[in-house]
């Protein structure tokens, strides 16, 4: 019976060691290849793979739409994901995702910032359960890898291509019209926006308390922006409390809190939050790129 229990248990070490060697063989190659569509997270990784970031700024789609980091002399990096929440950056630096150098800024613009039941990128890698391979985790891009693979060396198809190569995160170009704009905002999909309550984002509060302290521990200075919605738009009830938390909460705790509330006019957006590229974040990063430099 023992020797049965010794075989299994071997079994299983060695699975376990395999799929932490594929781990750290594939996840560059992944990001690397172009052959599989990345996530905003993977995309930050594959244009920025050192370890360490120095400087950070983090956010969510409107982080990424506004902040044009090629043009900025501060040397931040653009580290906004898709839906990003306080909680996925706190999961990033605990799971070791990223290492952050000397300073970092959260970015806000709304209460979906801290909304405890947004729905984030399952894809992300923070998003993987503490049980599962990775080699599961990533089934459906292996299986195209490994695809791709046979086309190449076995059948002698040269034409495979990296249709992903260039991948960049989603930009935003021109303008909604007043029309679209009123369409999306009463769209049925955005219609738990206005359902959002101060009592949602407890968790997310947690995790930027936790974020607070990481950042004393490492002497890694934290600051905080806003960023405003839309001038036309008038913003809600929960974000307006996101608002006043933040704002009071940088004030107890002596973090340095950039109120860009009025400084942008609507033909700095695309839609309600999100800055065109081709002005909205020229604008934005003329403007936050002296306070970043402090």
């Not at 890698?125 to 292996?142: G, H, N, T």
């Not at 939050?273 to 934005?284: K, L, M, Q, R, S």
């Not at 990063?285 to 402090?294: G, H």
């Amino acid at each position: 019976m023992k020797k049965y229990l010794l075989f299994f248990l071997l079994i299983f070490l060695f699975f376990i060691t395999a799929d932490k060697i594929l781990e750290h063989i594939l996840t560059p190659y992944i990001r690397s290849s172009g052959q599989v569509f990345l996530n905003s997270y993977e995309i930050v990784r594959r244009d920025h793979p050192e370890k360490t970031w120095d400087k950070v700024i983090f956010g969510s789609s409107v982080t990424i739409s506004a902040f044009r980091e090629e043009e900025s002399t501060s040397g931040y990096i653009n580290a906004g994901i898709n839906c990003g929440l306080v909680s996925d950056l706190w999961n990033m630096i605990k799971k070791k995702e990223i290492q952050i150098g000397s300073e970092l800024v959260i970015a806000f613009n709304s209460s979906l910032s801290l909304y405890d039941d947004f729905a984030a990128d399952p894809t992300n890698p923070w998003k993987r359960k503490w049980y599962e391979p990775f080699c599961y985790f990533q089934r459906d891009r292996l299986k195209l890898l490994l695809n791709n693979v046979i086309l190449t060396y076995i059948f002698n198809d040269n034409n495979m291509n990296a249709p992903y190569k260039n991948q960049r995160r989603e930009l935003y170009f021109g303008a909604m019209s007043e029309k679209e704009l009123y369409d999306k905002l009463h769209s049925e999909r955005a219609q738990f926006l206005y359902k959002i309550k101060f009592s949602n984002l407890k968790k997310n509060i947690t995790a930027l308390k936790n974020i607070k302290k990481y950042c004393e521990k490492n002497n890694i200075r934290l600051r905080f922006v806003w960023i405003p919605p839309n001038p036309t738009i008038e913003p809600l009830e929960s974000s307006k409390d996101a608002y006043r938390f933040i704002k009071n909460y940088a004030n107890e705790n002596g973090i340095d809190f950039l109120d860009l509330n009025g400084k942008f006019d609507k033909e700095c957006y695309f839609d309600q939050g999100h800055f065109n590229y081709e002005y909205g974040a020229h604008v934005f990063t003329e403007v936050i790129d002296p306070w970043l430099n402090l």
